[in-house]
T-cell receptor, first 114, second 114 residues
């Protein structure tokens, strides 16, 4: 399967713990995007990365959230000290170039904070 | 800034009925336009796209025409099936404002009954 791989599919964390979400883009895609989908809501842009660079993080909360896309390995979205309001589905997408080519989405990670 | 407005759901139809989901946009420059579909518990899948005015995107019986004069990209299907039950998202990208990211509408849930 050459699609976007996200893991884990489901993640349960207690309040105050850290959550790490992984995303491996389509082979050859150098652009990665993270979106959050809250229950009954649409997708909200969080961050856009290229290899080793954050291009646009205008949708990232100012605290506790960080993202990286290292030269080797998957992109990581990290949420420190999770709170109940972080419970959501987090989707990663990749593209070979700018967004006007369209994205390929992963199946998402469903984070539940208890 | 760029924005996408699509009709609210849920839209409930009987099998073989005609489906239309309205989508209008506001954008700087000349965006590319997309329709994505999300089945329960899954990520978004690209359904169709159009990259310039008067282009028609089509896939799996769905069609949408990029209308610059009305800034619209309405999704249509002539005869829906139960398997078309999903949430449909209109999106735009590739403008100076959106740069690398896609701007999504809120999504429209479609329920097709036998």
């Amino acid at each position: 399967n050459a699609g976007v791989m996200q893991n884990p599919r489901h993640l349960v964390r207690r309040r105050g713990q850290e959550a790490r979400l992984r995303c491996s883009p389509v082979k050859g895609h150098s652009h990665v995007y993270w979106y959050r989908q809250l229950p009954e809501e649409g997708l909200k842009f969080m961050v856009y990365l290229q290899k080793e660079n954050i291009i646009d993080e205008s949708g990232m909360p100012k605290e506790r959230f960080s993202a990286e896309f290292p030269k080797e390995g998957p992109s990581i979205l990290r949420i420190q000290q999770v709170v109940r309001g972080d419970s959501a589905a987090y989707f990663c997408a990749s593209s070979p170039g700018l967004a006007n080519y369209g994205y390929t989405f992963g199946s998402g990670t469903r984070l539940t904070v208890v | 800034g760029d924005s996408v407005t699509q009709m609210e759901g849920p839209v409930t139809l009987s099998e073989e009925a005609f489906l239309t989901i309205n989508c209008t946009y506001t954008a700087t420059g000349y965006p590319s336009l997309f329709w994505y579909v999300q089945y329960p518990g899954e990520g978004l899948q690209l359904l169709l796209k159009a990259t310039k005015a008067d282009d028609k995107g089509s896939n799996k019986g769905f069609e949408a025409t990029y209308r610059k004069e009305t800034t619209s990209f309405h999704l249509e299907k002539g005869s829906v099936q139960v398997s078309d039950s999903a949430v449909y998202f209109c999106a735009l990208g590739g403008t100076t404002d959106s740069w690398g990211k896609l701007q999504f509408g809120a999504g429209t849930q479609v329920v097709v009954t036998p």
